[in-house]
């Protein structure tokens, strides 16, 4: 490396270096500051951030980039992985113009973005967990559906069930009147029989068994709609718990659409932090 003679560099140079620090400190990041002449380094500020190597007093090479920019006279922005350096970097170098729009030298402003990148694969792996979670709530939202679907097919079961049980009421209520005549039946013919004497004798007996079973249609039907009565009350128990159960799933498929709008919105916010840190 070469001493550098500051006296000899072109005047709105020096101008330019002088103001470097001020530059720098100006700066909303931490940069460090590069400043070429024609072929060589004149001025280095390091970062505290980056570790970048003191070129102070160095040749520029054939491929070096502010050399590249000189001779373009167009500004370039690059951007440097972490793999080359060990931290990524985005380099702003531009050339520098005398009053006679000559150029005289370079400016290169070098600036960690590691912040950036993290931010960036902090956004994607967001945008990632969003897409799960939104397959898994859609997954949920059809099995909520279903569910819903499910309940309403019991709750017409239910209904077809307590319309069976009522005309199994109807039933019993012709079989008791047909008991109830029957028995009628069977003590006129058991008057008949005592009428008839000896030559009524088994028309008797036949009228004690009509009578017979006449009574037990009578207490048939009365188990039967005792246990129908029974039957009624536990249809009517599922069928309050059916509706609670429909209400709840009904609600949840609300909470789920809710949820699934909101996952979108963030899915949404992740892109919009994803592009942002792209442009940083």
Known sequence: MTTINYEQLDEHLQHIIQFAPTLQSLHAEDVSISISDLDTIVLQLQSKEL???????????SRDPMLSV?????????????ELYGKAMKVAIAPILNAQQKVIGSI???ASINKQVELLQLAERFADSSTEISSATEQLAASANELTNHMTDVAEAQNMLRQQVENSAKILDIINNVAKNTRIL????????A???EHGRGFSVVAKEITKLADKSAESVNEIRNLLA??????????????????ISEQQTAAIVEIANSIE?????????????KKI
């Open 51 to 61: 570790e970048v190597e003191n070129m102070l007093g160095s040749k520029l090479t």
């Open 70 to 82: 000189m001779r373009s006279k167009q500004p370039q922005i690059l951007t440097i992985p972490e």
């Open 108 to 110: 290169a402003l070098v």
């Open 186 to 193: 069977g003590f006129n013919a058991g008057i008949e029989a």
């Open 195 to 197: 009428r008839s004497g």
């Open 230 to 247: 029974s039957m009624q009350e536990k249809v009517s128990a599922v069928e309050q718990k059916v509706m609670s159960t429909t209400a």
């Open 265 to 277: 919105k963030l899915t949404e916010a992740a892109d919009d932090i994803d592009e942002l840190a």
